[in-house]
């Protein structure tokens, strides 16, 4: 009878972990985005890059799942409940969007855009602030009658944004279109109903949710504290009292803060001198800029590698990369510490202080003379680190839990009260002073360091000013990877 039994007992198990792999509830993105899928087996993936870690794509696949159940199911059922085509119609058009981007953004020059045309638009609106402050309450204004962002709008005219800072959501509409044209297939792009759909959620998420929130001043703010973290805590009321007590005991004190400071410095430089060993063997065996570079000029393209919108009449450091014939056979890589050492030396008005002005002169002289290493340097860790796929899944995460705290759309945040915006604003300002180096905040700061963090802050304080350079780097990164919009 024992003997019979043991079959009895392994069937029973095998037949109650499969009842368990079958009675597994499936995923959103299942239920949703593919019903017909067999039980058990993988979603297709998302991303055509091998380096795309598995999580990438089923957080994609779920942020995809919650968007459309948000946006499209709740007025779709209404329509017909029965209808399970819709939403997978929807995903297909997605997926070859979203591998269509993925291609374009692994061939594009995106080291130009990180550290060429960012700088540049960065520079240009701090400089364009500041002259339009300087001229809003004089004739230049028509007697001081224009506002801030009038004068603002002068210096930095777009057509897809007015003087007050609304949005023309056809400019939108119509990028947005020419997108879906160019990535998807001509049998997905001629059924006007899911093109549409989609062109309008993406519409809606950019000029509705996406600009408006991250161009608002204390939102800024707002984030830039949380990435700065808590500060720095307070000096122990018992270190202080130790302090002021017996001479003897304060100078034992004193000579073992400078050991335990020695021994830090120490261990610091021998990690630096670890990583520098490291990292320049790895770095001089990149070259993207100049393997992409060569590849143009193989092919004989003369297309603009990389631009962004030149439309204020005033004198601007944005430049558009082209590859002109005369230069098909001697092509000089770009610079790329050129532009954020001049975003740094405007937005810190460097050259107000002479200590700063000679630091970054100095700095700017050393890139220079190490100029392929600089560039493969920042080509490195642009990859490695900030457009890594670590990185992208993080903000995948993030975004979902913003927008979907619950698994639907969280009510919309309260803005702070003007009170509350002051306070936002100088924390940030006392936490970017406190964060600074005592040697490096004299040099680049100056004595009233405070003064110069509210140099760097007040630009960015006007939201109509915010929505102009939002627009700009949106069309820098349309013209970098879809290059044929700016012919």
């Known amino acids: ?145 224009q506002s801030l962002p009038q004068v603002f709008h002068q210096l930095q005219p777009h057509m897809a944004i007015s003087a007050d800072g609304s949005l023309d959501e056809e400019y939108f509409r119509q990028a947005i279109d020419h997108i879906l044209r160019e990535c998807l297939p001509a049998e997905d792009y001629a059924p006007e109903a899911e093109r549409f759909i989609v062109r309008e959620i993406i519409l809606k998420v950019v000029t509705k949710d996406v600009i408006p929130r991250i161009t608002q001043p204390w939102f800024l703010q707002k984030m830039v504290l949380d990435m700065l973290g808590p500060s720095p805590d307070v000096l122990p009321e018992s270190s202080a009292s ?120 100095l700095v700017s002289l050393f890139c220079c003379s190490f100029q392929t290493f600089m560039n493969k340097l920042l080509c490195y860790l642009l990859y490695s680190y900030v457009l890594s796929g670590s990185t992208i899944l993080s903000v995948v995460r993030l975004s979902k839990r913003t927008l979907f705290p619950n698994g639907y759309p969280g009510p919309p945040p309260v803005d702070p009260t003007a009170e509350e915006q002051l306070v936002i604003r100088d924390e940030l300002v006392k936490r970017l002073a406190e964060r600074v180096p005592a040697l490096a905040r004299l040099v680049l700061l100056g004595d009233p360091a405070v003064s110069a963090v509210e140099g760097v802050v007040v630009p960015l304080s006007d939201e109509a000013c915010n929505r102009h350079l939002a627009v700009f780097l949106l069309d820098a990164l349309l013209l970098t990877v879809f290059p044929e919009m700016g012919s």
């Open 1 to 145: 009878m024992a003997g019979q039994s043991r079959p009895q007992t392994g069937r029973s198990t095998r037949s109650a972990a499969s009842t368990i792999s079958y009675n597994v509830p499936a995923s959103l993105a299942r239920r949703l985005l593919f019903p017909y899928l067999p039980p058990g087996s993988d979603l297709p993936p998302l991303f055509l890059s091998q380096a795309c870690p598995r999580e990438l794509h089923d957080e994609a696949y779920d942020l995809t799942a919650l968007t459309l159940r948000a946006f499209v199911n709740i007025w779709w059922t209404k329509l017909t409940r029965y209808d399970k085509e819709f939403l997978p119609q929807i995903t297909s058009i997605l997926i070859h969007v979203i591998r269509s981007l993925e291609r374009r953004l692994l061939d594009a020059d995106l080291a130009l855009l990180v550290f060429s045309d960012i700088p540049a638009l960065i520079t240009q609106h701090y400089g364009d602030y500041r002259q339009a402050v300087s001229k809003a309450s004089t004739s230049y204004a028509t007697g001081g009658a």
């Open 242 to 361: 130790s302090a002021s007590g017996h001479g003897y005991s304060r100078l034992i004190v004193l000579l073992l803060s400078a050991i335990q400071k020695l021994s830090g410095t120490c261990i610091m430089l021998i990690h630096a001198y670890k990583q520098i060993i490291y990292i320049i063997p790895v770095v001089n065996q990149t070259s993207c800029l100049q393997t992409r570079a060569s590849t143009r000029i193989l092919n004989g393209g003369d297309e603009p590698v990389s631009g962004t919108p030149s439309a204020s009449p005033a004198p601007s450091t944005i430049s558009t990369h082209v590859s002109t014939p005369e230069s098909k056979h001697d092509v000089v890589p770009p610079d790329l510490t050129r532009g954020p050492l001049g975003m740094i030396s405007e937005v810190l008005r460097v050259q107000d202080r002479l200590a700063a002005n000679a630091l970054v002169q």
